[in-house]
């Protein structure tokens, strides 16, 4: 167990549907990432929030979406959904969001579009 | 962005020592190295991290010459379990954004 909790772990939803996606960093962690990652493209740089606010922001579709609570946990948000967001989808935390920063991931959660 | 490049796949014998290489020839002053394990449909493991010269801890030993420009992971004595993906990522985040892409990695297979 890696401390940072993602869920839900499998999700199969229809094209045109929305889905949230949570994560709850492991503790004492700030900063929150999501990454993407299917068969053809790898790992996905997608967005990073750092106690509550956007700090960097990667290849997110318009379609998504992400926010971090006041409480750290973060959600990513994914609407009008196609087959090819099918995807792991992982969730990172750390510490610092600079410097010396080492990424904890979580177990992710595995969409699935029809 | 500081870009790596690491060989596509490697394979080794169980018990021998495996060194990955990763090149990152635009790497910054303030950039950290550091190295990710992945098994398939899980999240990447942190395995080690350095700024310069040599570091270790229980896993494995990272090499980095003076110029910074190359690094390489040292596996003592692989066994089938460290069949993985293994990433370098470069950077020192923050206003850089450079630490967040993962290049395509080293699939390493290790042979009974």
């Known amino acids: 167990d890696s401390g940072v909790t993602q869920t839900p772990k499998h999700l199969i939803t229809a094209t045109g549907q929305r889905v949230t996606l949570r994560c709850s960093p492991r503790s004492g962690d700030l900063s929150v990432y999501w990454y993407q990652q299917s068969l053809d493209q790898g790992l996905q740089f997608l967005i990073q929030y750092y106690n509550g606010e956007e700090r960097a922001k990667g290849n997110i579709l318009e379609r998504f979406s992400a926010q971090q609570f006041p409480d750290l946990h973060s959600e990513l948000n994914l609407s009008s959904l196609e087959l090819g967001d099918s995807a792991l989808y992982f969730c990172?935390?750390?510490?610092?969001?600079?410097?010396?920063?080492?990424?904890?991931f979580g177990s992710g959660t595995r969409l699935t579009v029809v | 962005l500081a870009k790596t490049t690491q060989p596509i796949s490697m394979d080794s014998y169980e018990g021998q020592e495996v060194n990955i290489t990763c090149s990152h020839n635009?790497?910054?002053?303030?950039?950290?190295i550091t190295w990710y394990q992945q098994f398939p449909s899980q999240g990447p493991r942190f395995i080690i991290q350095g700024y310069k010269t040599k570091v270790t801890n229980e896993v494995a030993s990272l090499f980095i010459p003076a110029d910074r420009k190359s690094s390489t992971l040292s596996l003592p004595r692989v066994s089938l379990s460290d069949t993985a993906v293994y990433y370098c990522?470069?950077?020192?985040?923050?206003?850089?954004?450079?630490?967040?892409?993962f290049g395509t990695g080293t699939s390493l297979t290790v042979i009974p």
């Open positions: 990522l470069v950077g020192a985040g923050g206003n850089t954004g450079n630490q967040f892409y």
């Open positions: 990172a935390s750390s510490v610092a969001d600079r410097g010396r920063v080492g990424y904890t």
């Open positions: 635009n790497i910054a002053t303030n950039d950290y």
